[in-house]
């Protein structure tokens, strides 16, 4: 009864460790659909004549541009000139990338998931059976009276 006892406590630290993990990872999603949303918006506007992103290395700036005007990228606290392409390119990569991001995490919150449920069935079990091991030792013991 006593190992039984020993295997439920891993078990169930097992299981927080692994709820702290699944924490962990729908934090993660959830900042990478709001950059997602962010980029999103940046696209939309871009597509509309202008484009703005702010974050939290470098913001882009696009005003209805005109054939010679000007692309600046701040880095740190320096506004490099960049190419419009260059620019279009880099949100549309990070775009992408936050995509791809956001489908490996939607994986590892499945896999948490998966790994917890099979720890939540392992416990139930456990405890199943020291509960039996409990009634049969109460059953075995005299009552005294």
Known sequence: MEELQKQLQ????????????LQTAVDARQKLESQQQENKGVQKA??????????????????KLVGGAKIYKL???VLLKQDKNEAVMS??????????E???VEQQI???QEKSEKRKM?????QT??????EALAQTQPVVG
Do not use: H, M, W
């Open 10 to 21: 891993a078990l169930s630290e097992e299981f927080q460790k692994s709820q702290g993990e």
């Open 122 to 126: 392992e416990i139930f079990q456990l």
């Open 46 to 63: 871009r597509q509309n004549g202008f484009l703005r992103v702010d974050g939290a290395i470098e913001t882009f700036e696009f005003a």
């Open 129 to 134: 059976q020291l509960q039996q091991q409990q």
């Open 75 to 77: 880095v740190g606290p």
């Open 91 to 100: 949100v549309d990569a990070r775009l992408e990338f936050i995509e791809k």
């Open 102 to 104: 956001i489908k490996r």
């Open 110 to 112: 499945s896999d948490i």
